[in-house]
């Protein structure tokens, strides 16, 4: 586990503004950041689990069939 900083959050989550980040967490969108020192981080597995899910959301969405091997 390693934490990420909110400006690594940004590049992973593609760019996505600060304010749309703090909007995303107001909403439960995205996962809660720890606040550490002044400063917010988030775990880098809670963020990759994030973005799996949204990757299953949207091909479920499409009618994709997971495969399971």
Sequence with gaps: MKLLSFKEVQVIL??????????????NTIPQPYKL??????????????????THTSSDSL???????
């Design 14 to 27: 593609g760019g996505r503004s600060r304010s749309s980040i703090y909007r995303d967490i107001a909403s």
């Design 37 to 54: 020192a002044g400063r917010v981080f988030w775990r880098d597995d809670e963020i990759f689990d994030f973005i799996k899910s949204l």
């Design 63 to 69: 009618g994709v069939k997971h495969v399971q091997s």
